[in-house]
C-alpha cells in the first residue's frame, strides 16, 4: 500500500503519540475490558485470515496475533503512518507474527475474496455517510464467501446520560461523522453493502454496540 494514499475520513496521526496512554485513562480502564470483549465477540479459530481496519497503534491486531497459529494470519491498517509505525513498533517488541501497513478503508488493497474476518473497532464513527458505505462494500468484496464482518462502534444511545455524552460529542467536536452511528444506521450501510444476518451481538455502557454480518456463501451479481 503507497504510504501516500489520502483518505478524507479522520486520521489521528498528530495524536498518534498520546493515543494509547489517553485512551486507557480516559476509558477509566474499560479499554482493555472493550478489547477483551471484542476478542470474545470475534471467535478467532487459529488458521483464520484477517484484517483489521483502522487498527490504530494494533492492540487488538496484536491480540488477534496471539491466538492465531502459523497457517493464520492478521493484518492491521490505518490510514495514520505514525499510528502503523507504533504498531510496527510494538510487534517486533513482541515478537509477534501481526502484519501492519498504512492504507484506507475506502480503497482496501487486497484481492477479491481472501478473509474469514473483516474487523473494525471504533473506526467507522471516524468517517462520513459516503466512505462507510464505500468501506463496507470494500469489505464485503475482500471478504470469503461466508466470511464475516464484526463491527464495534457508536450506535443509538439506549440511556439518557449516552444520548447526552454522544450527541455533544457531535457539536463539541463538529464531527458529523458520528450522525449515523447516533441514529443506528450501520446496520442498514452494511446491509445495502450486500452483507446478510445483520445483527447486534452486544451493546455497553448504552453507547457502544458489537455487529456481525456475513457474506453470503453465494456472491450477489456485480
Known amino acids: 500500500m503507497s504510504r501516500t494514499q489520502l483518505t478524507r475520513g479522520r486520521e489521528l496521526n498528530h495524536v498518534a503519540w498520546l493515543y494509547d496512554p489517553l485512551t486507557e485513562t480516559l476509558s477509566f480502564g474499560r479499554e482493555q475490558r472493550f478489547r477483551i470483549k471484542t476478542m470474545e465477540l ?12 483502522g487498527c490504530g497503534t494494533g492492540t487488538l491486531t496484536l491480540m488477534i496475533a496471539d491466538r492465531l497459529s502459523p497457517q493464520g494470519k492478521v493484518i492491521g491498517i490505518d490510514a495514520a503512518p505514525k499510528m502503523i509505525a507504533i504498531a510496527e513498533k510494538k510487534s517486533r517488541r513482541r515478537v509477534s507474527s501481526a502484519q501492519f501497513q498504512v492504507g484506507i478503508a475506502e480503497q482496501l488493497d487486497f484481492r477479491d475474496n481472501v478473509f474469514d474476518i473483516v474487523v473494525n473497532s471504533m473506526f467507522t464513527h471516524h468517517i462520513d455517510h459516503d466512505l462507510k458505505q464505500r468501506f463496507f462494500r470494500e469489505a464485503w468484496r475482500v471478504l470469503k464467501p461466508g466470511g464475516r464482518l464484526i463491527t464495534a462502534d457508536i450506535d443509538r444511545p439506549t440511556t439518557v446520560l449516552a444520548k447526552v455524552t454522544g450527541w455533544f460529542g457531535r457539536y463539541l467536536l463538529l464531527q458529523p461523522e ?9 446496520p442498514e450501510l452494511m446491509a445495502a453493502a450486500g452483507f446478510a444476518g445483520v445483527r ?5 455502557h448504552g453507547l457502544i454496540s458489537f455487529f456481525r454480518a456475513e ?8
Open 215 to 222: 457474506k453470503p456463501q453465494q456472491e450477489r451479481a456485480a
Open 178 to 186: 458520528l450522525e449515523d452511528n447516533l441514529r443506528g444506521r450501520l
Open 200 to 204: 447486534r451481538l452486544a451493546h455497553l
Open 42 to 53: 470475534l471467535e478467532v479459530t487459529p488458521a483464520d485470515h484477517i484484517l483489521d481496519v
